[in-house]
């Protein structure tokens, strides 16, 4: 984890978000108590937990984004659950402790990636030595028959016996017991050299066309590792993840494993590159490394962010659809204030794991949710709805915004798009009051207004390369109407 301070982490956050300023704060302090709890001594460290956040307001404000960024910015193991999907123990479906099992799904796979990442030049060459192995082969130029041994017998099976101490040949189709040949002819020196370096110009060659690129839809008969094991699954009680049995552990248990299981695959030269980089990069990748590595970064950095947590607050009947609800808390309590789950790479203590949770809480409020997980989301903040100038810096303010992958996008066709400040104003406002007419799903309602604004330039974008267009009110009145004057035309467009 970076040593970012809080006002860093802020400046990161900014250039991806916009506003919530509040919010921003809150996450910005627990990721750097992170930090400091590193710095103390193991014993008191141990007693140092994190302070979970609640983060309340509508869709479309900027709660998922907020804890997806802090993720990428710490490299910490993330996942984003729906509380809605799961339920108490004997009702149909997950069981609260499945979202900590997929946790740890994503922090091996993200260390997996790193550690493959960090061999990747090794690998690669690996990978183009076999491939020049299977290539000697096919054009039989291998290293070790530079040497032909007998002229005229390359291809024919030597019988051998002892002549006084030293082996000779037997001529072929003679029977056993005769006398051998000792005048069988032998390459000079000279003609043997002249032979290897003939054969080596001609790998030389070769190689030097494989690493030109021009052999690529050249095909090899090559043997690469066979990753059709099979997986025997087992149908677990209801709310239970399944449980799967790895018939390759099951042979490495009974002693039949043998290493890894190799099949020979005739491909083009370009895909069995691709293929032999990912065999090679596992070979030298240390997986007992890569679990051991995970296990320490998800119980000590890992985040879960839980949304729709206010879809588990019960309505105040024990009957129904929210029979389960309260059951749901009590589970989730269990987690969120620490206890070991069990996955398939070992014990995960969750006691220090950041919970992110969030909810709307149109019909509900945060007092609902029982006492007991109150208490283990000590800070809470309230998020801000989205004003119509929230909606235009959003558009253009961020690192990576909606007008800047739009032009991006069309500029591949050779279109150019430039945005005047009065047609993303107009775009802006149209979003904005959609937003007021229908349901206010937040930012995500620009997708939909500039996805209509300009879906007649994406479709004749071919067909008009070198052009330049303006998105200007003009334009964009054109196609969304006048958002002022006719808020039925929004509820009917978007």
């Known amino acids: 984890m970076q040593d970012l301070t ?10 991806h978000i916009v506003g919530q300023e509040k919010a921003k704060r809150k996450v910005a302090v627990a990721l750097r108590n992170r930090w400091r709890r590193r710095q103390l001594p193991p014993d008191l460290a141990a007693e140092v937990y994190p302070k979970n956040i609640l983060l309340i307001g509508p869709t479309g404000v900027g709660k998922t984004e907020i ?5 990428e910015l710490t490299r910490a193991p993330f996942l984003k659950v729906e509380a809605s999907k799961y339920s108490e123990v004997g009702y149909h479906g997950r069981d609260v402790e499945s979202m900590v099992r997929d946790l740890a799904e994503v922090a091996v796979r993200m260390v997996r990636a790193e550690r493959v990442a960090e061999v990747q030049a090794e690998a690669r060459e690996r990978a183009r030595e076999r491939i020049l192995e299977a290539l000697w082969a096919r054009e039989d130029l291998r290293p070790e028959d530079d040497d032909p041994g007998i002229p005229g017998l390359e291809n024919e099976e030597v019988r051998w016996t002892q002549d006084g101490g030293l082996w000779r040949p037997v001529p072929p189709g003679t029977e056993g017991g005769i006398e051998p040949a000792r005048d069988l002819p032998l390459l000079g020196d000279e003609e043997l050299a002249a032979r290897i370096e003939e054969r080596s110009k001609a790998r030389k060659d070769w190689e030097a066309r494989l690493d030109a690129g021009r052999l690529e839809e050249e095909i090899l008969d090559i043997l690469v590792r066979d990753r059709s094991t099979p997986t025997l699954s087992v149908m677990g009680p209801a709310g239970q993840d399944a449980m799967g049995i790895d018939a390759a552990a099951l042979q490495e248990l009974w002693g039949r494993g043998g290493g890894p299981r190799m099949k020979e695959r005739r491909l083009r030269i370009r895909e069995a590159r691709r293929i032999l980089l990912e065999d090679e990069a596992e070979t030298l990748v240390d997986e007992d490394e890569v679990v051991q590595e995970a296990m320490r970064r998800l119980q000590e950095d890992g985040i879960l962010f839980i949304d729709e947590i206010d879809k588990i607050v019960t309505a105040g009947s024990a009957q129904g659809p929210d029979v389960s609800r309260e059951g749901v808390q009590r589970d989730l309590l269990t987690i969120v204030e620490g206890c070991t789950v069990y996955t398939k790479y070992g014990y995960v203590e969750t006691k220090h794991i950041l919970f992110l949770a ?7 409020k945060p007092s609902d949710l029982l006492p007991e997980l109150q208490g283990r989301f000590p800070v809470r903040v309230a998020l801000q709805p989205l004003r119509e ?12 915004s909606l007008v800047k992958q739009y032009i991006a996008l069309l500029e591949t066709e050779g279109l150019e798009l ?3 400040e009065d047609g993303l104003a107009h775009i802006a406002a149209v979003a904005y009051k959609a937003n007021k007419t229908t349901q206010d799903i937040g930012a995500r309602r620009l997708l939909t207004t500039l996805e209509m604004c300009l879906e007649d330039l994406s479709f004749q974008a071919p067909d008009r390369k070198g052009e330049v267009v303006r998105i200007d009110k003009e334009f964009a009145e054109a196609r969304l109407g006048d958002a002022a004057d006719d808020p039925d035309l929004i509820r009917y467009m978007i």
């Open 389 to 400: 100038e929230d909606f235009l810096r959003i558009l253009t303010e961020p690192e990576h």
């Open 6 to 15: 809080p006002e860093e982490i802020v400046a990161r956050l900014d250039r």
């Open 67 to 71: 804890a997806r960024r802090l993720a």
């Open 358 to 364: 969030a909810g709307a809480f149109h019909m509900n």
């Open 418 to 420: 430039e945005f005047t």
